[in-house]
């Protein structure tokens, strides 16, 4: 089945700095690759999605790139914030219609 | 908010006894899911839904059953609740497509002693 390893497991950043996660997946079929931000004791919440057929999807501050042949997709934060300071999540979707979830990163904005 | 709706939103119960946790939704999806959360789990898949009494297991099946009488209801049952099923469990709709538009539940954070 689907494996999907996320990295780093924590990851501090000075504010205004770029962050940038890292998600490699092992099913070749798989077609949606998703990211979700968690605040503290909040649920999950879509940031930004991807689909294969396409390599980079921008909105405002936050990025991804899907690079299929590699199988791995990253996740892209410019000029960090304190409000970005969460735990971050990747998915990926694919051949059995469910998705698959990587174990989380944890953005910290040092001040 | 988001149509989704979760109860009861914390709960302590002892163990041994069953506990049956509710998901309700507005939004007329077709896909329903429950989650848990757990330090260092990330979200493991524990049941979902694909419609009106059809449901499947997902990775963490054992000790749990689910039920999904109605469109707009899915319910998780403990069905003699252990401490290793302490955690916090989201349920998730999505909709039109089994991807799309995932949106989680406010969760419940469930304590067994």
């Known amino acids: 089945g689907e494996n999907v390893e996320q990295h780093p497991s924590t990851l501090s950043v000075q504010e205004g700095d770029s962050a940038v996660i890292k998600c490699t997946y092992s099913?070749?079929?798989?077609?949606?690759f998703p990211w979700y931000k968690q605040e503290l004791g909040k649920r999950p919440q879509l940031i930004i999605d991807?689909?294969?057929n396409v390599g980079e999807k921008k909105d405002q501050r936050i990025a991804v790139t899907l690079n299929k042949t590699a199988k791995h997709f990253s996740l892209h934060i410019t000029e960090t914030q304190p409000e970005d300071s969460a735990v971050y999540f990747c998915?990926?979707?694919?051949?059995?219609?469910?998705?698959?979830w990587g174990a989380g990163t944890k953005l910290i904005i040092k001040p | 908010d988001a149509g989704i709706t979760q109860s009861p939103r914390h709960k302590v119960t002892e163990t041994g006894t069953p506990v049956t946790l509710r998901c309700h939704q507005t939004?007329?999806?077709?896909?329903m899911y429950w989650y848990r959360q757990d330090p260092g789990h990330g979200l493991r898949l524990i049941h979902y839904?694909?419609?009106?009494?059809?449901?499947d297991k997902g990775e963490v099946s054992d000790g749990y059953s689910v039920s999904r009488s109605k469109t707009e209801d899915f319910l998780l049952t403990l069905e003699s609740a252990t401490s290793s099923q302490t955690s916090v469990y989201f349920c998730?709709?999505?909709?039109?497509?089994?991807?799309?538009?995932?949106?989680f539940g406010s969760g419940t954070r469930l304590t067994v002693v």
């Open positions: 998915a990926v979707g694919g051949s059995n219609y469910q998705l698959i």
């Open positions: 839904s694909y419609g009106v009494k059809d449901t």
């Open positions: 939004e007329n999806h077709r896909y």
């Open positions: 099913d070749s079929a798989s077609n949606y």
């Open positions: 998730a709709i999505s909709g039109p497509g089994m991807m799309d538009g995932y949106t």
């Open positions: 991807i689909r294969s």
